[in-house]
């Protein structure tokens, strides 16, 4: 079956480390999107890519970073240097990067604890 | 910058009765999309239904209807016979027409009682 799939379900770090969160598609979507989830915020648009090797920053980027070496994988590094990092992210994906034309899959979601 | 406001945090239903979700937006763009997507308790987030801006026509799609007020710019969303199913958090998304991104609200989370 085709879709998303972010792995681990639930992530438990330590303050002050690195972590990736991982996301991959089989859908053979060009175009690829993070989001962030806080309890009555709605989703907040972190980076996305419309294609291998480019992504553009969303509206919360600071404190992330991503890459997009494969078609197939867009993974999400949350720094340090992001302040508030526990949250609930889901990343998605279009056939291209024009949402209002395309619908937008979604995987199944990571929930980041920092502590 | 294209906003999207969802008035009512949370909203409950009996089985069986209809329930109506409001969604304001505000944009200066005359064409462009219109959305509300479910996320269950699952998390897993799913389209319920897309309107098109000119299209006159409300969407449709089974129990899922849209009133879409242009001139209000207003987009809620009724579910007629609610389903124990249709608890879930609703989010209203707006994306302009060629736009690389989706703006949601905040949400409105439906209790449905048995």
């Known amino acids: 079956d085709g879709g998303i799939t972010q792995s681990p379900k639930y992530l438990f770090r330590k303050e002050g480390q690195n972590v990736t969160l991982s996301c991959e598609q089989n859908?053979?979507?060009?175009?690829m999107y993070w989001y962030r989830q806080d309890p009555g915020q709605g989703l907040r648009l972190i980076y996305y890519s419309q294609i291998v090797n480019d992504f553009q920053k969303g509206d919360i980027a600071e404190g992330y970073s991503v890459s997009r070496e494969k078609k197939e994988s867009f993974p999400l590094t949350v720094t340090s240097a992001q302040k508030n990092p526990t949250a609930f992210y889901l990343c998605a994906s279009t056939p291209a990067g024009v949402p209002s034309i395309y619908e937008q899959y979604f995987g199944p979601g990571t929930r980041l604890t920092v502590t | 910058a294209q906003t999207v406001t969802q008035s009512q945090p949370e909203m409950s239903v009996q089985e069986a009765e209809t329930v109506t979700l409001s969604c304001t937006y505000d944009?200066?763009?005359?064409?462009?999309?219109l959305f509300w997507y479910k996320q269950p308790p699952s998390r897993q987030m799913i389209l319920v239904i897309r309107q098109e801006a000119y299209k006159q026509q409300n969407a449709t799609e089974n129990r899922f209807s849209v009133n879409f007020q242009k001139a209000a710019k207003s987009f809620s969303l009724k579910i007629s016979d609610s389903q124990l199913g249709d608890a879930a958090m609703y989010f209203c998304a707006y994306s302009g027409s060629g736009s690389e991104k989706l703006v949601f609200g905040k949400g409105t989370k439906l209790t449905v009682n048995p």
């Open positions: 944009t200066s763009e005359s064409d462009y999309y």
């Open positions: 859908l053979n979507h060009d175009a």
